[in-house]
C-alpha cells in the first residue's frame, strides 16, 4: 500500500527521530499504553503529532481523504477517545509537555 518512494521506513524513522527529538519517549508511551496499534497506526499517529496536514497524511500514506477520515475516527474511538484523534493528540501532547 504504501509507496516505498514517498513512505518507506526511512521517512518513518525521521518522523520518529524527530518526535523523539521533540518530545522524548512520547511515542514510545503512547505505544505502551496502545500496544495493540498497527504499524500504519503508529506511522499515522508520528505523522499527526508532527502536525503534518491531513491532505499531506493521504499522499505520504496512498490513500483518499475519505479513506484517512474513516480510519483515525475509528482509532480515536478505539483509544476511547470522545474527540477527534488530532485534538486527542495534541492533548496528549499538551499533557507530556507539562510534566517534563
Known sequence: MLDSTIAGRGTFGQVDSLMEASYPGFL???YSEYPWMTDQDRQLVALMCCGISPNA???IMGMDMNRL???KTQLAKKM???VRLSK???EKLLDYSVSL
Do not use: A, D, E, T
Request: aromatic content about 14%; cysteine-free; overall charge positive.
Open 57 to 59: 497524511v493521504s499522499v
Open 80 to 82: 476511547g477517545s470522545p
Open 28 to 30: 514510545k508511551g503512547l
Open 69 to 71: 477520515s474513516k480510519w
Open 88 to 90: 486527542f493528540l495534541n
